[in-house]
């Protein structure tokens, strides 16, 4: 009887033991990643360069007569507009040049008038009528240029802008050309900016230069290219010179620093863009995952880059074409051939995705 509960016992462990060693087969594991279709690219890129807002420069103002100064009618930090009084010079001596002159041209036209009829009547020869127009001419000239020094007494500012400097006083003589005041001009504002030689040679391909200064970030100020150098300075960078629109000088003053963006056509065309997430390296080349929507299985695959787009993404040059599935997030985490599941797109009306 025992041996029988011995054989008995023996059969429930083996039975035991065998259904502890059963294997069922494993349960497969699908990730869930997400994914984004490739797009394209704008064919326009973007590069942006500091620079520094400057004044158009400065004009030395001055009489173009000699004389002495009557009155200065600004002071220095004040500002003018064009046109507006800078300085005055005493007018008398001018105003009996003009005076003079005036009387000298009204003897000689009146002789003129007379030498013209009797020439109508035929009692004057020809060389004393030419004589006679000739010298109303020169007269006429004379007459013009005493008036022309007259005003010329009055210095007004040519641009609008700040007086810089005030180098004479009241009541001091002063020869031609000599600088009164200088005048800081506002009329236009430039720009300069230093440029890689990279971007120099693709100078004919640039089509805007937008402004923005970093304390009005909501306001861009259009450019427009003055000059460029022809040669290189010591950094191997070349110099570009901007203006800046008369209406985009509301805000703005001399010495700001002012962002450039320079936006130039990619001679290449429009080129697929993906975002910078989808890749990752290996072996020193760059990979993107592909996602196969009827196998749901994801295969590596190598890309060459581009420039960035300036919104998180790049342009990929080879290896990807638009409208082909990326996977964009958890890729250092996927294996070659291994299913995943696209994870469903965010409801827009699920604020903060909490939903």
């Known amino acids: 009887m025992r041996s029988i509960e011995r054989i008995v016992l023996v059969l429930l462990v083996t039975g035991l033991l065998a259904g502890c060693n059963s294997n069922p087969g494993k349960q497969e594991i699908i990730r869930k990643v997400k ?8 064919s326009l890129e973007k590069k942006s360069f500091p620079g520094i ?13 000699a004389g002495s100064i009557a009155h200065i009618a600004v002071k220095e930090g004040d500002y003018v507009n064009a ?17 003079a002159a005036q009387a000298q041209y009204d003897q000689v036209k009146a002789d003129a008038q007379r030498v013209t009829e009797l020439h109508n009547r035929g009692s004057i020869s020809l060389s004393d009528y030419d004589k006679a127009v000739t010298g ?8 013009k240029h005493a008036k022309d020094q007259l005003s010329d007494t009055r210095l007004p500012a040519p641009v609008d802008g700040y007086i810089q400097k005030v180098n ?38 640039i089509v805007s230069y937008t402004g923005i200064q970093p304390f009005l970030p909501d306001q861009k100020f259009n450019l427009r290219l003055l ?9 191997q960078l070349y ?41 990752f390296h290996r072996d020193g080349k760059t990979y993107v995952w592909i996602y196969e929507p009827q196998t749901q299985m994801v295969s590596g695959r190598t890309v060459t880059t581009g420039s960035l787009t300036g ?18 997030a958890g890729v250092s985490l996927l294996n070659e051939g291994q299913k995943v599941m696209p994870l469903e797109p965010a409801s827009k009306s699920n604020t903060g995705g909490l939903l």
Do not use: H, W
């Open 83 to 99: 046109g507006q009084l800078i300085a005055r010079m005493d007018t008398r001596d001018y105003e009996v040049q003009v005076q």
């Open 239 to 279: 110099s570009l010179r901007l203006g800046l629109s008369p209406d985009s000088r509301t805000k703005l003053a001399p010495g700001m620093d002012i962002q450039v963006e320079i936006s130039y056509s990619n001679p290449t065309g429009l080129q697929t863009c993906i975002s910078l997430d989808a890749l």
């Open 53 to 65: 807002l400057r004044e158009a420069g400065e004009i030395n103002m001055a009489f173009r007569v």
């Open 311 to 328: 919104d998180g993404r790049i342009r990929i040059t080879e290896g990807l074409e638009p409208g082909e599935y990326v996977v964009v």
């Open 227 to 235: 000059n460029y150098s022809k040669k290189a300075n010591q950094n």
């Open 168 to 205: 004479f006083r009241e009541n001091e003589l002063i020869d031609a050309g000599m600088p009164v005041a200088t005048l800081l001009d506002l009329s236009s504002y430039q720009i300069e900016i230093n440029i890689p030689v990279s971007l120099y040679l693709k100078r004919d391909d």
């Open 35 to 42: 994914v984004e279709q490739a797009g394209l690219a704008d």
């Open 136 to 143: 109303e001419r020169m007269a006429a000239a004379q007459l």
